[in-house]
């Protein structure tokens, strides 16, 4: 236990709906991250939350919606997903240098 | 962006060999960070080295850091099957130091 926690663990949704992942932290870190990991690609920073900014990957495509209403909770919402957006989708938290990440969330999108 | 090309992708090893997975940046890192992740499970972080040629030890496991501060290695002893997993370093110097970049990882298999 890693003191992040995400939920749902697994999700299996159809491309025209609309779902959101939650991440929440307690361990009274300042920044928030969400990453995307697919099989076969490294794991990709999709958003950064934190005291000073909020940082988006520029090829992390508009049907992923970040939403951050304190230092302790961050949520990604989503909608009309495509299969290829299948994945592993991690949550992390940092207060320096070292992140400590969740479990992550299992998306399968049909 | 900047990119971490680490090698090998896939190394197994017997019980008792030696395991190295090499990280490489074609830029100067300002640091580089390492995570293990068990099958299943999430990325943990190992250590973070700072200083060019910095070496450290955590038991079995040996992490580097080129002198150049361009490449990293990280050097497991006499594996267990405790070390299965796959081995990610990251960047931390893309944009802002909030931001990593992770290597694509390296697969350990050791078979008993």
């Known amino acids: 236990e890693t003191g992040v926690t995400q939920t749902p663990r697994h999700l299996v949704m159809g491309m025209t709906n609309k779902k959101s992942l939650k991440c929440e932290q307690h361990?009274?870190?300042?920044?928030m991250y969400w990453y995307k990991q697919s099989a076969k690609k490294p794991l990709e920073l999709m958003f950064v939350?934190?005291?000073?900014?909020?940082?988006e990957n520029n090829s992390v495509p508009s049907r992923f919606s970040p939403e951050c209403p304190n230092s302790s909770h961050l949520f990604l919402h989503l909608h009309t997903l495509q299969p290829e957006d299948s994945a592993l989708y991690l949550c992390?938290?940092?207060?320096?240098?070292?992140?400590?990440f969740g479990p992550g969330t299992r998306l399968t999108v049909l | 962006g900047q990119q971490v090309m680490q090698i090998p992708q896939y190394q197994h090893v017997q019980e008792g060999e030696d395991f190295t997975t090499y990280c490489n940046s074609s830029?100067?890192?300002?640091?580089i960070q390492w995570y293990k992740q068990r099958p299943g499970g999430h990325p943990v972080f190992l250590i973070q080295?700072?200083?060019?040629?910095e070496v450290k030890k955590q038991k079995r496991l040996t992490f580097q850091f080129g002198e150049a501060k361009k490449n990293s290695s990280l050097h497991i002893t006499a594996t267990q099957t405790t070390d299965v997993g796959t081995y990610f370093c990251?960047?931390?110097?893309?944009?802002?130091?909030?931001?990593?970049?992770f290597g694509s990882g390296t697969q350990l298999t050791v078979l008993p």
């Open positions: 992390a938290s940092s207060f320096g240098y070292e992140q400590f």
């Open positions: 361990l009274g870190h300042n920044a």
């Open positions: 939350y934190s005291l000073e900014e909020r940082v």
């Open positions: 830029t100067t890192l300002s640091n």
């Open positions: 080295l700072v200083k060019s040629g």
């Open positions: 990251a960047d931390p110097s893309s944009g802002s130091a909030r931001q990593l970049t």
